[in-house]
T-cell receptor, first 112, second 113 residues
């Protein structure tokens, strides 16, 4: 059974720092991996999707990598800003692509 | 022009009642989902529908019954509500032709008293 773990559970950094969020999963037979952002009381916003055949994806200050063989992904946030404060969720899709299995998230707080 | 919409946004009801949550997507996607986010904020898949057919049912009590009248809609009906059903329910959609990237609705916060 697929399990997704995110480390750390919470992170506080001053504005301007570069940071890395970690995600690991137990079964490498995945269709893709998505990183989401969730603000308090809000829905999920898709940040990046990495297909199982890809190694990384970039969007603005965000870069996500995928090492499927070792069951790991990282989300790199460059030059963090207070507006980046949110919970970041990692999710892997089952092999058919028809369900996401989520980690418990990393809650990020960026202070000005 | 919201991509995935849910109604209602909030739902407060008493134990034993029956309630429905509606979801609509205007993205032309072929797959829709229901997820449950519990009090500890953990998200878990409940159901997955592809072209109106149920393809995933993740050990959800029979009191929960999804219904997909067409590809753009996936409703969730809950019978005999229990205190433990209190959670935020998210609808999502994706498309095989777009790498199954999932787009989520704003959520429905269900409170059972």
């Amino acid at each position: 059974k697929q399990e997704v773990t995110q480390i750390p559970a919470a992170l506080s950094v001053p504005e301007g720092e570069n940071l890395v969020l970690n995600c690991s999963f137990t079964d490498s037979a995945i269709y893709n991996l998505q990183w989401f952002r969730q603000d308090p009381g809000k829905g999920l916003t898709s940040l990046l999707l990495i297909q199982s055949s890809q190694r990384e994806q970039t969007s603005g200050r965000l870069n996500a990598s995928l090492d499927k063989s070792s069951g790991r992904s990282t989300l790199y946030i460059a030059a963090s800003q207070p507006g980046d404060s949110a919970t970041y969720l990692c999710a892997v899709a089952n092999q058919a692509g028809t369900a996401l299995i989520f980690g418990k998230g990393t809650t990020l707080s960026v202070s000005s | 022009d919201t991509a995935v919409s849910q109604t209602p946004k909030y739902l407060v009801t008493q134990m034993g009642n029956d309630k429905s949550i509606k979801c609509e997507q205007n993205l032309g996607h072929d797959t829709m989902y229901w997820y449950k986010q519990d009090s500890k904020k953990f998200l878990k898949i409940m159901f997955s529908y592809n072209n109106k057919e149920l393809i995933i049912n993740e050990t959800v009590p029979n009191r929960f019954s999804p219904k997909s009248p067409d590809k753009a809609h996936l409703n969730l009906h809950i019978n005999s509500l229990e205190l433990g059903d209190s959670a935020v329910y998210f609808c999502a959609s994706s498309d095989r032709g777009k790498s199954y990237e999932q787009y989520f609705g704003p959520g429905t916060r269900l409170t059972v008293t």
